[in-house]
């Protein structure tokens, strides 16, 4: 075992002093004497001793419960007849719990496989760099399936961002959770009885059908895959697109501050993941997460412009974005600031310029086109701000 965090260690969000004490409760680890905290979990106390025990129903998230419905994190404690699941189970003192004994090992290994067994085979696998798949992987080595596989439901591609792929699906309740209890949408739940349950969206409605508000939550809970970002799969909902470097950044849309994660491929973004911060703690919204795309659109200007002269502004004019350059010119930033500062000079003058004074690219960092438009605006325009809501302060 690695030395441990001290169970007296609080967490910042206790709100409370390190140097309170707190009454910890002594049990044996593999033969170990450690100590855990009152509302400690099994699981949570291997995690600080370096024991690795397998999850998927459980994630150490902010804001998600353990459920112990997978069973793949099972221990086995002295004198009690059936295995315990560590992520619900808390230790008491004198407890003796064994991770590495045969049975509890033979345990983690066969649910691993009986759930391994309706999965699609790996070179089809909807996300092969699952959670899942690493742990089949990790606990059956390249042991062949014992049993038959039974039919599985039909995939669902009615979102136009994220895929349903229920034929991967372990019924972990993780995206229930991270939609009801989380995001506290209530979209996703459980129907159907034993062998036949099943995640719903809704009254069984398509995803795209659903009221899904598309957090995205659920996708980035999901441990096998049956929930996958769009732009990741293909047509037969295989995963195809895989990072080759990641970014932590700042949400680029309103001012919350979201903290998140760009997964990058040849220079291009192809997902987002939210990252713990203390605006969202892993959330996002459905800008966040997959309004990304104008990053790389081909009407994205990407440059300033001006408009040409002898091209004045029409009422009925119209003007195709992917060939802005019938109306506009390329420009210098030197000469486009100089060019909207004369239109300022206009508006205080009395005058009006016969043309445009510039275009900006979109988006060129957070709330700077919100910035350019407000500056631009004449002294007598109220402007309003996107954080505070129906605050309008005319400028001074």
């Keep these: 075992m690695k030395p441990p965090v001290p169970a007296t260690k609080l967490p910042r969000s206790s709100g409370l002093s390190n140097r309170q004490p707190i009454q910890t409760i002594k049990f044996t680890l593999d033969g170990q004497?450690?100590?855990?905290?009152?509302?400690?979990?099994?699981?949570r106390v291997t995690r600080r001793y370096g024991i690795k025990l397998p999850h998927l129903c459980y994630t150490p998230k902010l804001g998600y419960r353990p459920d112990g419905n997978c069973r793949i994190c099972m221990v086995e404690v002295e004198g009690e007849r059936v295995l315990a699941a560590s992520c619900v189970r808390k230790p008491t003192a004198g407890?003796?719990?064994?991770?590495?004994?045969?049975r509890a090992k033979d345990a983690r290994r066969l649910v691993a496989e009986l759930l391994g067994t309706d999965q699609p085979a790996i070179a089809r696998a909807h996300d092969?760099?699952?959670?899942?798949?690493k742990t089949v992987k990790r606990l059956l080595k390249d042991?062949?399936?014992?049993?038959?596989?039974?039919?599985?439901?039909?995939?669902?591609?009615?979102?136009?961002?994220?895929?349903?792929?229920?034929?991967?699906?372990?019924?972990?309740?993780?995206?229930?959770?991270?939609?009801?209890?989380?995001?506290?949408?209530d979209v996703i739940g459980m129907a159907g009885r034993g062998h036949h349950s099943?995640?719903?969206?809704?009254?069984?409605?398509?995803?795209?059908?659903?009221?899904?508000?598309?957090?995205?939550?659920?996708?980035?809970?999901?441990?096998?895959?049956?929930?996958?970002?769009?732009?990741?799969?293909?047509?037969?909902?295989?995963?195809?697109?895989?990072?080759?470097?990641?970014?932590?950044?700042?949400?680029?849309y309103c001012g919350v501050g979201c903290q998140l994660t760009y997964n990058i491929k040849n220079d291009k973004l192809i997902s987002v993941d939210g990252k713990?911060?203390?605006?969202?703690?892993?959330?996002?919204?459905?800008?966040?997460?997959f309004g990304f795309d104008y990053v790389h659109h081909a009407h994205r200007l990407l440059q300033p412009m001006i408009r040409k002269d002898g091209v004045p502004k029409r009422a009925d004019d119209t003007l195709d974005p992917a060939n802005p350059w019938t109306h506009f010119r390329p420009a210098t930033w030197e000469e486009a600031l100089d060019r909207?500062?004369?239109?300022?000079?206009?508006?205080?003058?009395?005058?009006?310029?016969?043309?445009?004074?510039?275009?900006?690219?979109?988006?060129?960092?957070?709330?700077?086109?919100?910035?350019?438009?407000?500056w631009c605006a004449p002294a007598s325009t109220p402007t309003t701000s996107t954080i505070v809501r129906g605050c309008a302060t005319p400028r001074r």
């Design 143 to 185: 042991q062949a399936p014992r049993f038959s596989r039974d039919t599985r439901p039909a995939p669902d591609r009615s979102h136009p961002a994220m895929a349903v792929n229920l034929d991967a699906c372990i019924n972990c309740n993780l995206c229930v959770r991270a939609c009801r209890e989380v995001q506290v949408n």
């Design 198 to 252: 099943k995640i719903v969206f809704d009254f069984d409605d398509p995803m795209g059908a659903s009221t899904c508000v598309a957090c995205g939550e659920c996708v980035q809970a999901c441990p096998t895959g049956a929930l996958m970002a769009s732009s990741l799969v293909d047509a037969e909902n295989v995963r195809t697109e895989f990072p080759d470097r990641k970014v932590d950044s700042v949400c680029p």
């Design 33 to 43: 004497e450690v100590e855990a905290r009152p509302d400690e979990t099994i699981f």
């Design 340 to 374: 909207a500062a004369l239109g300022l000079k206009s508006i205080r003058a009395g005058t009006v310029l016969t043309r445009s004074p510039a275009s900006v690219p979109p988006k060129p960092r957070t709330r700077k086109p919100i910035c350019f438009r407000n």
């Design 95 to 102: 407890m003796k719990v064994n991770t590495q004994t045969d």
């Design 128 to 133: 092969p760099e699952s959670e899942f798949n």
């Design 276 to 289: 713990n911060g203390p605006a969202n703690e892993n959330r996002l919204c459905v800008k966040g997460r």
